[in-house]
């Protein structure tokens, strides 16, 4: 039994999907593996072992530093035969290529090169910031054994960027909630079911504010839209961008009809999501979505619900939802604006769209699929 090691510049536990991922990843790797946790948080993961490191500083990069120095102490004092990481700060401390059979594994699921621009805009202006950010991922992309990402347009751009094919591999995510049916309808049976108990639509956005996602954007058209709706928004950003879409929605006179809250568990969020008529995907066409490449894992967790999803036409969402999807073209409001009024008009489309993405979640991105790449990679790593 090998002794694995996630460690990850993020905090866990949180109600951010990257929370959810890493311990899915662990819950999948205890099975055949000794796992301990080592990332940023204030308080361990119930039921794991967890090294949760608090970091009170609110620069980002100086935050980066002690994480990178912590986590360094910590692989001082435990010795570990895999070292899983995802970004260069616990990467670069790992100390595997010192130690003959030790392996380090990358997961790659974004580059601080690329995201950080939109995270913290003023830092990345610095001339510098960029190129240092790129050559810390290089570095860790040369010194790793194996790199792992969710995403085939990453793998791509990691084979553009020098990676050799061979060492990478797509490990498909997995919705965060359980599949559900439609009230009424067998499970996967959703063909026949329309949801729509009254004339207010009901709309349905999961995930960040982040500047990609786009909401702002579908804010924007929804003064256009012909029949009457109501949008919720789940969503755990910060008050700063709470505050400024709550500032659009009433400049836009939407205000009334969008409710913004706290996301919901896995538990709960299956069960609400299959109350919702229409799933919102509005992400937007900029470096992070089209070069790096991304995994959504709310288009799975509405697939994996029977939504209908309101997403563009780019290569992330159709390597989720498929070539048959209906998407709207990715650089104007109008599509957008288009596609979501036919959407609303037309139930017919909406259970079309609803059983084939939940086909299609249901045959590529399930948790066996997920267990069984991610298990094969592992168990050639421990050989």
């Not at 120095?69 to 700060?89: K, T």
């Not at 001339?127 to 347009?153: F, G, Q």
């Not at 919705?175 to 207010?200: K, L």
């Not at 498929?322 to 017919?348: K, V």
Request: proline residues 7%; glycine residues 6%; neutral net charge.
């Amino acid at each position: 039994m090998s002794r694995v090691v996630l460690a990850s510049f993020d905090r866990v536990p949180s109600p951010k999907g990257a929370s959810a991922h890493i311990l899915a990843n662990a819950e999948i790797l205890s099975a055949a593996h000794e796992v301990s946790l080592v990332t940023l948080g204030d308080q361990p993961a119930p039921g794991w072992r967890h090294r949760p490191l608090h970091i009170a500083e609110p620069n980002w990069l100086a935050r980066a530093r002690r994480f990178h120095e912590r986590v360094g102490q910590v692989f001082e004092n435990y010795d570990f035969d895999i070292y899983h990481v995802r970004s260069p700060w616990e990467g670069l401390a790992a100390p595997a290529h010192l130690f003959p059979g030790r392996r380090l594994v990358y997961e790659v699921n974004a580059l601080y090169s690329i995201e950080a621009q939109y995270h913290f805009p003023d830092t990345i202006h610095l001339p510098s910031i960029r190129d240092k950010l790129r050559a810390l991922e290089l570095c860790l992309l040369d010194r790793s054994d194996r790199i792992l990402t969710p995403s085939r347009v990453t793998q791509r751009y990691l084979e553009d960027l020098g990676v050799p094919a061979e060492r990478i591999t797509v490990v498909p995510n997995a919705p965060s909630v359980d599949f559900v049916a439609a009230e009424g309808a067998a499970e996967g049976d959703i063909t026949d079911i329309d949801r729509t108990s009254d004339d207010i639509l009901k709309l349905v956005y999961i995930g960040t504010l982040a500047p990609w996602q786009g909401l702002p954007e579908l804010i924007t058209v929804l003064p256009r839209l012909t029949r009457r709706f109501h949008l919720t928004v789940l969503t755990a950003s910060s008050r700063q961008r709470i505050k400024a879409v709550r500032k659009l929605a009433a400049k836009r006179g939407v205000a009334e009809h969008v409710h913004i809250a706290e996301p919901l568990p896995p538990g709960e969020l299956g069960a609400f999501l299959a109350t919702q008529d229409i799933a919102l995907a509005p992400l937007i066409p900029c470096e992070r979505n089209l070069v790096q490449g991304c995994m959504p894992i709310k288009l799975l967790d509405y697939a994996a619900c029977g939504l209908p999803i309101l997403a563009p036409d780019m290569p992330v969402v159709r390597d989720v939802l498929g070539d048959e999807y209906a998407l709207y073209r990715r650089w104007g409001r109008s599509g957008m604006a288009e596609l979501l009024e036919e959407l609303m008009h037309t139930p017919a489309l909406r259970r079309s769209l609803a059983a084939l993405g939940q086909a299609r979640v249901r045959e590529r991105f399930s948790h066996a699929a997920q267990r069984a790449v991610l298990g094969a990679v592992y168990e050639e790593l421990a050989a």
